[in-house]
């Protein structure tokens, strides 16, 4: 019998990048998220509705489906997700089910520019100067400097570029400055960059230039570049992440310096996964099998398009009646 994965926030890029992964591969994939229009329901071999992460019942659906479709591993796709099956890990393995996702004290870092600031200077590790939102900031942080969401951001949504006093005056009105972050503006080349990390030990990296559109990358370049590339890799053996971590990062004088961690898989996962670094496959044969990742970068460039899929409107009626369907791995 085939192993089974779970697959969750499919209807976001990250869960669709999860997905593309291991659609060549021998594995069952089991897609599930929240709404009924989610695009990689529509791909796989078993879909599933579920409650939003919000909703006290997210758990205990997880689990269910976990325990109905005996699934191996489940890989959550989406950042309000990461930290409720965390804390749930121990339910996971008492169903055999391993969810590849970190520790809670390492989702908690990641997902708090803040907290992400203070645990890279605290290890002597390059990153932008970072402080809370304050009239104060202009003081240590020169213009331009970057307003962030402290916790919860993503896809560059709610985030700014002041130039001068008085923008960050009109700011400083209107934003939630519990929730905010100054930070030094780094110009130049963005790379994110992918680790794989298992009880401590970095098993590799994968570095690409990205460019953005709508806080997505648009088009991804693989950098092979010793430098940066051991640079993370030491990063995410202190950090000590489960699986893959999302490394976001520029230069500043002519050394790594990172502004934001994802401690878990990307938006650009598949495009690592075309260049030769499965981070989602790799995890499961080391998991599994003990098998150390083998893998061989290619050197590549990579241009995203939209693409269209048609779903035949009773599929959608059925996941919307019901809540679940069966269907056939459409790639995505």
């Known amino acids: 019998m085939k192993a089974s994965i ?3 926030g499919t209807g976001g890029g990250v869960g669709q990048s999860i997905l593309k992964s291991l659609q060549d591969t021998d594995y069952r994939l089991i897609a ?62 008492n169903i055999k089910t391993v969810p590849v996702v970190s520790s809670p004290e390492v989702i908690r870092i990641a997902d708090d520019k803040l907290r992400t600031y203070e645990f890279l200077t605290s290890h002597a590790i390059s990153a932008p100067i970072t402080l ?9 942080i020169p213009f331009p400097m970057v307003l962030k969401p402290r916790k919860g951001g993503s896809r560059s949504s709610g985030v700014f570029v002041v130039h001068n006093e008085s923008e960050l005056s009109f700011r400083l009105s209107t934003l939630p400055l519990n929730n905010y972050i ?53 990063v995410a053996e202190i950090l000590k992440p489960f699986g893959p971590c999302n490394f976001q990062l520029r230069m500043k004088d002519h050394q790594p310096c990172i502004f934001e961690i ?35 970068i290619r050197d590549i460039t990579i241009l995203r398009y939209w693409k269209e899929l048609v779903i035949d409107s009773s599929r959608l009626d059925e996941l919307q009646e019901h ?8 790639p995505l």
Do not use: W
């Open 32 to 93: 599930a998220d929240a709404e009924a229009l989610a695009t990689g329901l529509y791909t796989a071999d078993q879909s599933y509705r579920i409650p939003f992460a919000s909703d006290p019942a997210y758990l205990q659906a997880l689990l269910k489906i976990c325990a109905q479709e005996k699934c191996s591993f489940i890989f959550p796709g989406l950042d309000p997700e990461l930290l409720l099956i965390a804390e749930g890990m121990q339910q996971f393995l």
């Open 6 to 8: 779970l697959i969750t």
């Open 132 to 140: 809370p939102l304050s009239a104060e900031a202009a003081k240590q």
């Open 323 to 330: 809540g679940h369907s069966k269907g056939s791995r459409v």
């Open 182 to 234: 100054a930070q030094e503006y780094l110009d130049g080349d963005e790379y994110t960059c992918g680790t794989i990390t298992f009880n401590g030990r970095c098993y590799g990296s994968i570095v690409m230039k990205r460019i953005l559109r709508d806080g997505d990358t648009y088009k991804a370049f693989v950098v092979k570049d010793s430098r940066i590339s051991r640079h993370v890799e030491n």
């Open 262 to 296: 994802n401690a878990r898989c990307s938006g650009t996962t598949y495009c690592r996964t075309l260049a030769g670094f499965n981070e989602p496959g790799m995890m499961i044969d080391l998991i599994a099998q003990g098998k150390i990742p083998d893998y061989t």
